[in-house]
């Protein structure tokens, strides 16, 4: 892998340089050059190629796992370990997250509304459960913020919104998209956490004309609504991490192109069994019984 590395930078540095820094001898170099590829080596690029593809293809945030089951699905025979091995030589990696600062986590109870949810994140059926949450983006014209409607089930998101303002009407906007896109049949658990947005008077009205069951958090506990912070921080990663947007125009679109383009289509989710939420929704159609 030296005489590759010296190959591949022979533009930027000298031969003689490079076999001093990494202690091989430009003969050695320039005999190795003159062999040909062997049948394993060509294998090696053309799934490395093929891992660069796919890791274009998700925005280059997939790790070896999620492109290992993208080979997988190209009808490609290979191991996850070897496909670790050609990400880390071809410095393919996935984002990294952001660590959470420590501490306690108890949180108090809501004194308006149960948590009836109680971190019961894996739900059976479509439609039973919906998270929701509010997140700020970065503009030159200020903050904008996002409020998100998360249907357990798939993890798709349902509903969304964006506005100038965290007010409820921007959390109603999400929550009306959710009901007209899914037109529930039977009543859905919301489960949010105790903001003023979800305190309000407008709030509790839109919930009890739409057959829908509120659901609130403790105070002080992000881990009661996990899944909505976990959609915060892939989408940050993922999109708009270092970013500040001109406007809150381009924020919008670029937030519309990474859920109804890439997140909800496309996106492998480990808790869907490497499946985009769209295509676990339509695997649970075609096989009710197999879910």
Not at 2 to 20: G, L
Not at 100 to 127: C, H, K, W
Request: charged fraction near 30%; hydrophobic fraction near 35%.
């Amino acid at each position: 892998m030296k005489y590759a590395f010296i190959k591949e930078h022979r533009p930027a540095f000298t031969v003689r340089v490079m076999c001093r820094m990494l202690d091989v001898h430009p003969s050695g170099f320039y005999a190795w050059l003159k062999r040909p590829f062997s049948k394993r080596a060509i294998e090696d690029r053309r799934q490395t190629k093929l891992l660069k593809d796919a890791w274009d293809e998700s925005g280059k945030v997939y790790g070896y796992r999620k492109l290992h089951d993208d080979l997988r699905d190209q009808g490609e025979t290979c191991c996850p370990n070897r496909v670790a091995r050609l990400a880390k030589m071809a410095g393919i990696k996935a984002q990294i997250g952001y660590k959470r600062r420590p501490g306690m986590y108890g949180g108090r109870p809501s004194i308006v509304i149960d948590n009836t949810l109680d971190r019961q994140f894996e739900v059976a059926t479509p439609d039973t459960a919906w998270v929701t949450d509010i997140t700020y983006i970065k503009t030159y014209e200020g903050f904008s913020y996002l409020a998100v409607v998360i249907d357990l089930f798939s993890r798709r998101v349902v509903g969304w919104a964006m506005q100038s303002r965290q007010t409820t009407d921007l959390v109603l906007q999400a929550l009306l998209m959710a009901v007209w896109r899914r037109k529930p049949a039977s009543k859905v658990l919301v489960h949010s956490d105790q903001g003023s947005q979800f305190t309000s008077m407008d709030w509790a009205s839109f919930l009890k004309q739409h057959n829908l069951e509120h659901s609130m958090s403790r105070r002080g506990n992000c881990h009661d609504k996990a899944v909505a912070e976990n959609f915060f921080s892939l989408l940050k990663r993922e999109r708009i991490r270092r970013k500040t947007y001109k406007t809150r125009d381009q924020a919008r679109s670029d937030v519309f192109d990474y859920i109804e383009m890439f997140y909800n289509p496309k996106r492998k989710h480990a808790n869907n069994g490497m499946l985009s939420p769209a295509d676990f929704e339509k695997q649970q159609k075609l096989n009710p019984q197999g879910v």
